[in-house]
């Protein structure tokens, strides 16, 4: 009847269970359907499963999705992918391996669905590839072989032949087709930054899409997917270009102590290119990477007037495998050459002032950073916050252990002279650099310690130093106040200490502060 036409039609929402704000570590979770009209909810699994992605097949009846059934902490390349049957409940697994598979999407025709991974067999550093899986037989191969970056979102042609996806090469992000009986692909956009689509008509003619580049705030656009022109539909911040004098930025290339040529981002203030401080930024990740997009933070370092490098070290995706994993075995060894001799570029071009050069960074950032300031004087100030300075202290509490399949090698205990080389705690005593060290108290993946022992180093030693610690903030900053005072605080550390200004643009709220260790 025509209620069951409906039904059939997708009148149901499927989601998946959550915790509070997100945070199901340690949980298992379900999928669900909700009838849209009368609200009803039922449960499809119930298993302990932790649920990942997921996709519903067209005709509704189906429900591929990637799920993990044992979930302990760095385990999340025990995911496989499963295929549901709605009405019988039975769950049957499509994939056995020991590789994360996610973005699971069905192809027109139901027999098909498209996901992405980075192998077929062991969990490996690799740039992930699409995958199409044909459902009955469970036969499947890699169709994306022939490109080379970060493959984002991506859906199937309306008649089901190719695949149109997002995808990073180097700094800009782009639209490609992907046809599936050659495998060929085919950058269809030019967009000089990042073009990211968002939403797809039904055929596929038409998209929305986010578009932005280094000085140009996003804005949401539509177009056609055949590379025409599109239109701009919003103009959020029309104030941007026609009050602010914006950092200018270009594309920077340079050779590393090794002869590998490393590229990345400078930005210049307005109207100066000479002598200027220099701020030198290190990505999170290991596998991170510096785009040609809109960042505002970006823009007031050079309404300061510093000029800034962004390089996409070894380790960076968005490039080639053989760079992805250029750090592999060796963390703070290729890359940290990577980071000098881009500063030393940038001085060699008589753009940077020697004597005046600050670093920054996070995560990734923040260990390399701290790295880098326990084997060179050169830097007048430095920020990291969420880092990692001991290794092995972190082997247990964080969500590292990809380091010890990568970018150590080995373990603690097999492996334990180069676990406390790589550590910036064995190195401590060499810092001569003043240091701000920021770090959140519920930081679940570099471990909140890790910037007390190193802070405790320094203090023990009488070096210039200052601990904040952000109540309730995991790794990534959520609360607006605390994004704040952690921006205004590392300006005021890198004037003080790079250029000797004293910079005191606001007074910080009283009510639950970040508590300040000095």
């Given at each position: ?103 699971l999407t069905w192809a027109p ?92 008509s039904a055929d596929r003619s ?313």
């Amino acid at each position: 009847d025509e209620e069951d036409k409906e039904h059939e039609a997708g009148s149901d929402a499927i989601f998946v269970d959550e915790g509070p704000n997100g945070q199901t570590e340690g949980e298992w979770n379900d999928l669900w359907s909700l009838e849209v009209d009368t609200k009803r909810e039922t449960r499809l699994t119930e298993s302990e499963n932790r649920i990942g992605s997921f996709s519903v097949a067209p005709d509704g009846n189906s429900i591929v999705f990637t799920a993990r059934t044992e979930n302990r902490r760095n385990q999340g390349n025990l995911s496989e992918i499963y295929l549901l049957d709605v009405e019988s409940r039975e769950i049957r697994q499509l994939t056995d391996n020991r590789s994360p598979e996610g973005r699971l999407t069905w192809a027109p025709d139901g027999r098909r669905i498209a996901y992405e991974a980075p192998s077929d067999g062991e969990w490996e550093l690799r740039l992930d590839k699409i995958w199409v899986m044909d459902i009955e037989s469970g036969r499947k191969k890699i169709v994306s072989g022939a490109f080379d970056g970060n493959i984002r979102q991506f859906v199937w042609t309306s008649d089901g032949s190719a695949l149109l996806f997002s995808g990073l090469q180097g700094t800009n992000n782009n639209l490609y087709r992907l046809d599936l009986a050659s495998e060929r692909v085919e950058k269809v956009t030019e967009h000089e930054g990042s073009l990211a689509p968002s939403s797809f008509s039904a055929d596929r003619s038409m998209m929305a899409y986010v578009a932005e580049d280094w000085s140009t705030p996003p804005d949401v656009w539509v177009g056609p997917t055949n590379g025409d022109n599109g239109t701009k539909l919003t103009e959020a911040n029309p104030w941007v270009s026609t009050d602010i004098a914006l950092g200018q930025s270009r594309l920077m290339q340079w050779k590393s102590r090794d002869g590998r040529e490393i590229e990345g981002i400078l930005t210049l203030p307005a109207g100066a290119s000479e002598h200027l401080p220099l701020l030198l930024h290190i990505h999170g990740g290991p596998a991170g990477v510096f785009t040609n997009t809109f960042n505002a933070r970006t823009q007031v370092w050079s309404g300061l007037g510093y000029a800034q490098l962004f390089p996409n070290v070894r380790g960076s995706s968005g490039y080639t495998d053989e760079l992805l994993r250029g750090n592999m075995n060796d963390i703070g060894g290729g890359d940290y050459w990577d980071l000098m001799t881009g500063v030393d570029a940038v001085i060699d071009q008589g753009i940077a002032d020697e004597d005046l050069l600050g670093l920054r960074g996070w995560s990734y950032g923040g260990i390399l950073g701290g790295w880098t300031i326990t084997q060179t004087e050169r830097f007048k100030g430095a920020s990291v916050g969420a880092m990692v300075s001991d290794w092995t202290s972190e082997y247990g509490p964080g969500f590292n252990h990809d380091v010890s399949l990568w970018y150590i090698g080995g373990t603690p205990w097999d492996n334990p002279e180069e676990w406390r080389y790589r550590s910036a705690l064995t190195h401590v005593a060499n810092v001569t650099t003043p240091t701000l060290i920021l770090h959140g108290m519920n930081d679940r993946t570099d471990t909140e310690p890790q910037s007390m022992m190193f802070f405790q180093a320094l203090r023990d030693q009488d070096k210039t130093a200052r601990y904040i610690r952000f109540p309730r903030e995991p790794h990534g900053f959520r609360e607006p106040r605390h994004q704040r005072t952690r921006d205004v605080e590392e300006i005021r550390w890198i004037q003080k200490y790079v250029r000797d200004i004293e910079w005191e643009p606001w007074t910080r709220p009283s009510k639950d502060s970040p508590k300040v260790i000095s």
